[in-house]
């Protein structure tokens, strides 16, 4: 009897969980079990392995073959886990030596010709190795720059089996990889190309500078689309371990950009009307797949023309929104990933969209609340600013092609006023106003009742809900932090009531 054993890794949402692989080999029939809750991709594997050992100038023993996945209660799917299925027979079979890979960390997909092929969800793999005190990884060529970014362990590139096994017969050693510099991200589409439309340029700056969700309601042609895509863009970068976790989302979606594997600026994910809740919130049959919103995780959503969505695919997001995460459960196990992102909504006025406005709308008052309520009112309850953005005029298109304000300027004024505010919530584990809590800003920010007449009229007329005063509230502290002033008076607060209850422009 000969046993061998080698690591690979699972994953469960974005984490990814050391699997043990150990291969038994014993006299008998010739035939092969694999235990430990495999999916039909990693059943299939043995197949691949066996052509692959095959094309590659190895026998596949004829004995009784035994390999298990352990933890066994926990499901396995992909084909990551072909190349450490290949390499612990061969350590079975006495063609490497067992001890060379027992501490060894082995991903990847094998084609039948015994090339190493590229997987998703590497990062989040080479992650889990790392903390679990592995010091070596072996991974595809393709994957080595996104392996690269985790310190502490060396990635060993290979492109097929061949020298995957050559290397551990000591016959040709693999170098560690080197992670190659990274390319500067293209710049986005710029703010300056909006004219016009001073409204909606501020609210994108309010909600940029306080990480508040955003709906803009306007005519075809009003700038809704320009405004959302340039939000990102006012967006301060990404710190390390925002970064990680956005490029581990990436990775499992198979997103990442070639030749630059770390996303270190804001994400957009724009899905069409059309899009499933699990296209939107994440799922899908066998292994669950992030969707857009956790795509759109530390970035934007935009839903363009919300109210074509079907009404519950946008009511899931509600949940997700307040928490920032999601989980999603499955039969043979659940799921969680990070979702912490800012919605952007837009909608025309009615369903015929009229570019003219109300004088060409041909909709009736019914076709209207029925157009408009398809945006339920908990979901609303929980957009910190609305906007309605008016049809942008000959004059103001004309006044505005003199010095519109660039992305680079807002964005300046955006990390101003997100340095003030993460100085104000320090030690409290906040750094956002759109993220502190209705009763910790009563207790520990309280503004003064005097600039709350207003808001506290609307909240008597029900106009506002509770929920909808906290709101208000934080919006005005951003309003304030943008301004410099030391604490919201009562025009911020008029003016983050304003933008709640989707009061027009000029």
């Given at each position: 009897m000969a046993l061998a054993q080698t690591w690979s890794v699972g994953l469960a949402g974005v984490q990814g969980a050391m699997v043990e692989v150990e291969v038994d080999l014993a006299p008998g029939v010739p035939t092969v079990a694999l235990v430990g809750l495999p999916d039909a991709v990693v059943r299939q594997s043995v197949d691949r392995v066996r052509a692959a050992l095959l094309n590659s100038g190895h026998e596949f023993p004829l004995r009784r073959v035994t390999i298990g996945l352990s933890p066994a209660a926990m499901p396995k799917q992909g084909s990551g886990f072909d190349l450490a299925l290949a390499v612990a027979v061969l350590a079975g079979a006495r063609v490497v030596p067992a001890a060379a890979v027992r501490e060894l960390v082995l991903l990847g997909e094998l084609g039948l010709d015994g090339s190493l092929r590229a997987v998703r969800g590497v990062l989040p793999a080479v992650l889990a190795a790392a903390r679990a005190g592995h010091r070596e990884v072996v991974v595809p060529e393709e994957n080595a720059e996104e392996a690269g970014l985790v310190e502490g362990i060396a990635v060993l590139a290979a492109g097929s089996l061949r020298q995957v096994v050559a290397h551990l017969a000591g016959k040709a050693v693999l170098s560690p990889h080197v992670r190659a510099a990274a390319a500067p991200a293209p710049p986005g589409p710029d703010l300056a190309d909006v004219v016009g439309q001073a409204a909606g340029r501020r609210a994108v700056e309010v909600a940029a500078a306080g990480g508040h969700h955003l709906f803009l309601s306007g005519p075809p042609g009003a700038g809704k689309t320009m405004l959302a895509e340039r939000l990102p863009g006012l967006l301060p970068p990404l710190d390390e371990q925002a970064a990680l976790e956005v490029t581990a989302i990436a990775s499992i979606a198979g997103t990442l950009p070639p030749g630059a594997p770390l996303v270190t600026r804001p994400t957009f994910e724009a899905p069409h009307h059309s899009a499933t809740m699990a296209a939107l919130v994440g799922g899908g049959s066998g292994q669950i797949r992030p969707g857009a919103l956790c795509r759109a995780h530390r970035g934007v959503l935009f839903l363009d023309e919300a109210p074509e969505f079907p009404r519950a695919v946008l009511d899931t997001l509600r949940q997700p929104l307040e928490r920032g995460a999601v989980t999603i459960h499955r039969a043979n196990g659940s799921a969680t990933f990070p979702c912490r992102a800012q919605l952007v909504l837009a909608a025309n006025p009615c369903p015929c969209?009229?570019?003219?406005?109300?004088?060409?709308?041909?909709?009736?008052?019914?076709?209207?609340?029925?157009?408009?309520?398809?945006?339920?009112?908990?979901?609303?309850?929980?957009?910190?600013?609305?906007?309605?953005?008016?049809?942008?005029?000959?004059?103001?298109?004309?006044?505005?092609?003199?010095?519109?304000?660039?992305?680079?300027?807002?964005?300046?004024?955006?990390?101003?006023?997100?340095?003030?505010?993460?100085?104000?919530?320090?030690?409290?584990?906040?750094?956002?106003?759109?993220?502190v809590p209705g009763r910790l800003l009563r207790e520990r920010w309280p503004v003064p009742r005097a600039a709350l007449a207003l808001a506290e009229r609307a909240l008597e007329r029900g106009s506002?809900?509770?929920?909808?005063?906290?709101?208000?509230?934080?919006?005005?502290?951003?309003?304030a932090d943008l301004e410099g002033l030391v604490l919201p008076g009562a025009d911020q607060v008029d003016e983050a009531l304003g933008m709640r209850l989707q009061r027009a422009a000029a």
């Open positions: 969209a009229s570019a003219a406005g109300d004088t060409a709308c041909t909709c009736s008052a019914l076709e209207r609340r029925r157009y408009q309520s398809r945006l339920s009112g908990p979901l609303l309850d929980r957009i910190d600013l609305r906007v309605t953005l008016p049809a942008v005029t000959r004059a103001a298109w004309l006044d505005g092609l003199g010095t519109p304000e660039s992305t680079a300027v807002v964005a300046a004024r955006v990390r101003a006023a997100r340095a003030v505010a993460s100085e104000r919530l320090a030690g409290s584990g906040l750094a956002l106003n759109s993220q506002l809900s509770v929920r909808g005063f906290d709101r208000v509230v934080r919006v005005a502290w951003t309003l």
